[in-house]
């Protein structure tokens, strides 16, 4: 299969409604409520509507001939009853090649509940489509974006291919998406596409490719919201990625970012939802996954899954083991744990080492390395793969498993460690020893962000990962002229040698201040100022997390060199700054960090 150069949009046709009443409100209602459907149905991108111009003159749904002429795909119909103070709706999605019925729903509604009800008919109808012809309909942001449509079919494809599961299948996808990116290279959910082909569930079987699929999967996903903050796909997966890295505060601000963006996304809702569980917001996962079911009414039965795992984290047992009836144990590898770790609460041993022994045989079948005995080694990847913050319910399975097989626990053994070059905070100052000299500074969050990149050398850590707090994305700011923004550069330059001067002084309260000041006109200007200093109107999230870390960390290592020449002179040459940073050493260092 070659990627695709050409592409057409889906074309959906929403015939009048049939309004069988002699009262003219109605029927004005629902000639506005007709259109109203076209204007939301043509929001979403890769769907386009016959205008109200054609699909007026047919006056007989039964006319197959006018309907012909449309040359729709789908076509959207419906009829309306007045029964005393009630309208009862009745709508059908159509396939016009094969006159098949795609989606059938009835409705019982007031005059001032209509509005609720278009809502609800837009969300299904598009949920349904976008499952029947495999085809992403939702715009990230409810509106059209100008994308060339060859990028868009190979993403589409990329897409499709992903979701049939398995390692070939994930690099078959990376062609399309890539083929994407060659048409247009700023197409952010081409970069989504990416993220995902390195961290879904298969992911989750090659431990050997674990690092790999984790670093693939969370840089993409930064540099598809680099282009695009809006993109609520890749603000979920950067919210797992985030999860399973322990960065907690960073993981709900993607999530729940994901959700305002977009929350009539079925499959979104779920992905999200899952993280949020493990974050400890099990109620929330359990009615985002209610309203993933009403938006999506012709779900596949691997829903019910969600479905089991969320009840069983908030303590509805008895549910969780009814959901799981509802679907195969092999839907996923580890869902016979869960579903085990239920019937423990519950007291059925029988049905829980079944249940046990089905997750070892898939376990064994899919992802066992042999490196350890088949029942340790089969925990120890659920802990890894199941990153909860805190307490839940699948610990006290593996506590059981453990005292049942003789399995000891895990324990955590501290790497050796082979030099006298530290790194370290203490208190509120950091103490430094490279090359059998020491010095102590005071604590600075460019410190901070170079602890972290000696950490892990050679690992690329975006600037937003540095970022020790969510960045306000709501501002957006004015453009200033060129004396005013001649008198900010000038101020930080006062600021920098201001700052140097107090902490050779030791003047504590005088630091904070200065730093204040700083730091709001640093914040101020990385939002109205673009490349080169270039004035811009509207803030970007990235530019101004790029431009603050790189200054704190070239300051850091400007006041280390000051101190311990060698050290700063080390840093200076393996450390990169800018939208991606890492420590790259000429020499390995072993840090006592």
Known sequence: MKPFQQNRNIAIAILPFQVMTKEERIKNLFFGFTEDLMTSFSKFIGLSVISSYSTLQIKDVTNQSEIDQLAADYLVFGSVRHINDTLRISIQLVNSKDKSLVFGEQY????????????????????????????????HSYKKNAVDLAAYENYLIGMSILKKGSGDNDKKSRDYFNAALKIDPNYS????????????????????????????????????????????????????????????????????????????????????????????????????????????PFHKDVYFAYGSNYYLEVGDFEKSIALSKKVPFNCWTDFPAWVAAAYLQVEDFNHLWKCWNIFLNQFENKAYTGKETLEKEAIDWLIILNPFKGKNYLSPLFDFIRSHKNIENPVEQKP???????????????????????????????????????????????????????????????????????????????????????????????????????????????????????????????????????WRIRNAIKKIENNHPELGNHLSKSIKTGTLCAYNPELTVHWIL
Not at 285 to 296: D, P, Q
Not at 453 to 459: N, R
Request: hydrophobic share 35%; charged share 25%; net charge negative.
């Open 108 to 139: 019982n509604e007031t005059i001032y509940s209509l509005l609720d009800a278009q809502d609800t008919v837009v969300q299904q109808i598009v949920s349904v489509l976008q499952e029947k012809i495999n085809y992403n309909l939702l715009s």
């Open 189 to 296: 959910l081409a970069y989504t596409g990416l993220s995902l082909s390195y961290f879904n569930f298969w992911s989750c079987l090659l431990w050997d490719r674990w690092d790999k699929s984790m670093k693939g999967a969370h840089t993409y996903a930064l540099k598809a919201i680099e282009l695009d903050p809006n993109d609520y796909t890749a603000l979920g997966v950067l919210g797992r990625t985030y999860v399973y890295r322990g960065d907690y505060e960073q993981a709900e601000h993607c999530l729940r970012k994901s959700l305002r963006m977009n929350s009539n996304d079925a499959s979104n809702l779920l992905r999200v939802s899952f993280s949020l569980m493990y974050l400890g917001y099990a109620d929330e996962a359990v009615k985002l996954y209610l309203r993933a079911i009403k938006i999506n």
């Open 416 to 550: 050796l460690q082979r030099s006298n070059s530290s790194f370290l905070l203490k208190g509120d100052v950091w103490v430094l020893n490279y090359k059998h000299k020491s010095i102590t500074l005071k604590d600075a969050k460019g410190y901070r962000d170079i602890h972290k990149l000696i950490s892990q050398p050679f690992y690329e850590f975006h600037c937003l990962d540095l970022m020790e707090s969510a960045v306000d994305e709501s501002i957006s700011t004015e453009s200033i002229d060129a004396k005013a923004k001649a008198q900010y550069i000038s101020r930080i330059k006062e600021l920098q040698e201001d700052i140097d001067e107090a902490e050779e002084m030791n003047q504590s309260e005088k630091i904070a201040l200065l730093r204040h000041e700083y730091d709001t006109i640093l914040d101020y200007l990385s939002q109205t100022l673009g490349l080169a200093g270039k004035t811009r109107k509207v803030g970007s999230t990235v530019e101004k997390a790029r431009s603050a870390v790189t």
